[in-house]
């Protein structure tokens, strides 16, 4: 069955650091997104993503983070400048159509000391 | 405040038991949905019922959804330890354009066996 993979599981990295996180979506959706948790909290959504470009973001979503589909199969989300309070869980989710079931990934773990 | 609050916050119940859970939510939605999280895991969906349905069955779940008081229900009957989870409702607004999941805060439940 079809799934979103998301690299790394774990990272791990000093605080002002960037970090890329990646994801390779189900391949026919079209819509992406990044929703990040931080432990035992809500899922908040980050961003979406149509058609080569945000559709949505949140005010999470600040100018430390970026999206960026480079090859037609990836999906990152950068941080360009980490803090403290980035740690958390971030998962990356994919659908088809505009409303409708969201596809998740396991979730990048990101610890930020 | 949220726009998806699910209550109650925890449950734990004995296997062969029923449980329920309700979400609140604010604004118009096209659809709700449900999600369970394992600990540490991706989300997966479960159900999906649209604005015009009222009620929904899949297996051993039963969704409700009444948009006048802007709320739903999850059902699980006969509850096993594999239901062991949190349960998340999720709700995709009816406001036109490009469409984002919003997620509740969230119920913690637990099974007995």
Known sequence: EP????TPSHQVTQMGQEVILRCVPIS????????????GQKVEFLVSFYNNEISEKSEIFDDQFSVERPDGSNFTLKIRSTKLEDSAMYFCASRTENTGE???G??????VL | SQQGEEDPQAL?????????MNCSYK????????????????????????SNEREKHSGRLRVTLDTSKKSSSLLITASRAADTAS?????????GGYQKVTFGTGTKLQVIP
Do not use: K
Not at chain 1, 3 to 6: D, G
Not at chain 2, 12 to 20: C, D, K, L, P
Not at chain 2, 28 to 50: A, K, P, T
């Open chain 2, 27 to 50: 604004t118009s939605i096209n659809n709700l949905q449900w999600y369970r999280q394992n600990s540490g895991r991706g989300l997966v969906h479960l159900i999906l019922i649209r």
């Open chain 1, 102 to 104: 969201l596809f998740f």
């Open chain 2, 12 to 20: 734990s119940i004995q296997e062969g038991e029923n449980a329920t």
């Open chain 1, 106 to 111: 396991e979730g990048s773990r990101l610890t």
């Open chain 1, 3 to 6: 799934e979103v993979t998301q």
């Open chain 2, 87 to 95: 349960y998340f409702c999720a709700t995709d607004p009816n406001s």
């Open chain 1, 28 to 39: 026919n959706h079209l819509y992406f997104y990044w929703y990040r948790q931080i432990l």
